[in-house]
């Protein structure tokens, strides 16, 4: 794995395929975008027909339900 790039137990991707899956699609095809290809916010709001400001606001939803959802599980603070 590349610098800064976690190693992810199994049980942790399930979880966060899971969560993913429970996005409204805009949110999800967001995180896609920008965090698992790589791409700007203005690529990624190009691609979406939406603006780069609107992109990061959804970035920042996104990121969030999924936090709070994969702590719920109990990942992240305190969790695996």
Do not use: H, N, Q, W
């Not at 979406?48 to 994969?70: C, D, F, P, Q």
Request: net charge negative; hydrophobic share 30%; glycine share 14%.
């Amino acid at each position: 794995r590349g610098a800064g790039e976690e190693e992810f137990s199994e049980e942790t991707a399930a979880a966060l395929r899971g969560v993913m899956a429970e996005l409204p699609p805009k949110e999800r095809a967001c995180l896609e975008f920008y965090i698992v290809d790589g791409r700007s916010a203005k690529e990624t709001g190009l691609l979406l027909g939406s603006s780069e400001e609107s992109v990061r606001g959804i970035l920042r939803r996104a990121k969030e339900k999924v936090r709070s959802r994969l702590e719920k599980y109990g990942f992240g603070e305190g969790g695996e």
